[in-house]
């Protein structure tokens, strides 16, 4: 099959969450299968031009947006066999410091950026006659991808056969602008309505993916059932339902080969399950890396996060003083609202030898506070997926989370009566439910033999990407059958 993966970031290119590392390793796995899959992406000032060796294709891109024409040209790189990557370079646009937007919110030329991608894949595909069956989109910014191929190009050769898949990573950013973008891509008004692509006045990309996509799916299965709600549906509930007979729950997998504690280059020591010295090592090494109080019995729970309001910040604030008296350290790696920059610093200064706080994004901080903390704290208000939970399992780092979208699949609850558990839950979005689970870690971790059981269960457990690729290249297949016989029928 051939596989043109489009997305606004991908390691090892440029990431900023979770999305980054999905289109960094589905791709590749899939082409490791046998399928020719082409990656693009927008060329950013992140990409590292050092690193990979660039070709910079002969035909360039004319991409109409409303009235006028803009240029764009095309570097490939061949990441492995079959999986070739391409980006798209259009200065103005992408050289910028940020992907998105800066710390006063996104960037205000967003929709005509992403509209600009959207029709690049396309024309792009047609200049290096990609021919895809599949053209798999992902979350808002190639949300009018699908848009296009059912209406401006249903009847190009080569593209209008090719079934596209939209994949949700997080349904709260959808892509919303206002109408007065609508004429920049070039589709009619007659798609500006609650049908298609409107959404209370404003246009929806997100939108657009969701009713145009040949097949939806979102990374996990039971956030797949929260965004059919109205509490977790962020206004667009009734769409997912109505498109339900082609909505999957897909969980992301993991890429062991970046986030495992037996290769991970950026720790202090390497280990596995059958040797967890390396493991103490890091743990001291992550207290002398924040300045704590370097005991090694102390319990130290660690956070990597966006700091924004989806993740449970406030939870964690809203507790400080009360896990602070608890004896146990806390780190966390964030970097998004600007109020919890403050609040946590804050807890830093107030707790030097127990709370230790850095605020930027820093991958090899990441992984060390992966391998040296005890426990890792996800309290999410929602989740669609969260992969650094399903890391900390492999780093025998046992979570802590609140049972929400792919949080309650991967994690099972450790309790006197399931000792089967791989980590610790609760429910209730509530400081005191947080508490008490973090209590109920606590009373576990003193108890060493339990412990060492707990989180061997964890860093046993296989999430990698091969099981997640197979459903995908599933719907690939059901998606594709499903195409021909209604074109076979019309
Ligand atoms: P989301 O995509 O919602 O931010 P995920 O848990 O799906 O959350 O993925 C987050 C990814 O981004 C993980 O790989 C995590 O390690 C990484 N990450 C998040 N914040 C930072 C940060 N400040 N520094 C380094 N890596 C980060």
């Not at 609650?194 to 246009?203: C, R, S």
């Not at 996800?378 to 979570?399: A, D, F, W």
């Not at 558990?421 to 005191?432: A, C, R, T, W």
Request: proline share 4%; hydrophobic share 40%; charged share 25%.
């Amino acid at each position: 099959m051939k596989i043109l993966f489009a997305t606004s970031e991908a390691v090892p290119f440029a990431k900023t969450g979770g999305l980054g590392d999905v289109s960094g390793a589905l791709p590749r796995v899939l082409a490791q299968m046998g399928h020719e899959v082409t990656l693009i992406l927008p060329k950013y000032r992140q990409v590292n031009e050092k690193r990979f060796k660039l070709i910079k294709k002969k035909v360039g891109l004319q991409v109409p947006i409303a009235q006028k024409i803009e240029e764009a040209e095309v570097y490939s790189v061949e990441l492995a066999p079959r999986f070739n990557a391409l980006l798209v370079r259009q200065d103005t646009y992408y050289q910028r410091d940020q992907l998105y937007g800066t710390i006063n919110g996104d960037f205000e030329d967003n929709a005509e950026r992403f509209i600009f991608f959207s029709r690049s894949v396309l024309e792009a595909a047609l200049a290096l006659e990609l021919q895809p069956d599949i053209i798999h989109c992902n979350d808002w910014q190639t949300g009018l991808i699908p848009v296009y191929l059912k209406t401006l190009y249903r009847y190009v050769p080569s593209l209008g056969q090719a079934a596209s898949i939209f994949t949700i990573h997080n349904l709260a950013y959808q892509g919303l602008f206002w109408h007065y973008d609508m004429p920049m891509t070039n589709l009619g008004w007659e798609l500006f309505t609650p049908q298609a692509l409107e959404f209370y006045g404003k246009i929806n990309f997100l939108k657009g993916g969701t009713v145009f996509a040949d097949a939806v799916t979102t990374v996990s299965r039971r956030y797949m059932e929260e965004i059919q709600t109205e509490e977790f549906g962020c206004g667009l509930d009734g769409i997912f339902r109505d498109r339900r007979e082609d909505l999957y729950g897909i969980l992301n997998g993991v890429d062991y080969g970046e986030w495992s504690p037996e290769v991970d280059p950026f720790i202090k020591q390497r280990y596995g399950p059958s040797d967890l010295k390396g493991k103490r090592e890091c743990k001291a090494d992550l207290q002398r890396e924040f300045r704590l109080a370097t005991k090694e019995d102390v319990p130290l729970i660690g956070s990597i996060s966006r700091l924004a309001e989806q993740k449970g910040i406030d939870l964690i604030g809203a507790d400080m003083e009360k896990m602070m008296e608890l004896g146990l350290q806390f780190v966390l790696l964030g970097t998004g609202e600007e109020k919890y920059h403050l609040q946590f610093q804050k807890f830093s200064e107030k707790y030097p030898q127990q709370v230790g706080v850095k605020i930027g994004f820093d991958n090899a901080l990441a992984h060390k506070i992966e391998a040296g903390a005890d426990m890792f704290l996800m309290p999410s208000r929602y989740e669609p997926c969260g992969l650094n939970q399903i890391y900390s399992l492999k780093y025998g780092t046992v979570p802590i989370v609140r049972a929400t979208g792919g949080l309650d699949d991967t994690i099972q609850d450790f309790t006197p009566t399931n000792l089967e558990g791989n980590g610790f839950k609760f429910g209730d979005y509530s400081p005191s439910c947080l508490l008490e689970t973090i209590k109920r870690a606590l009373q576990v971790y003193r108890n060493k033999i339990t412990w060492e059981k707990l989180l061997l269960r964890g860093m046993s457990a296989d999430f990698s990407w091969e099981q997640s690729a197979r459903a995908y290249l599933k719907v690939y297949q059901e998606t594709l059958a499903k195409k021909k016989n209604r074109n076979g029928k019309e």
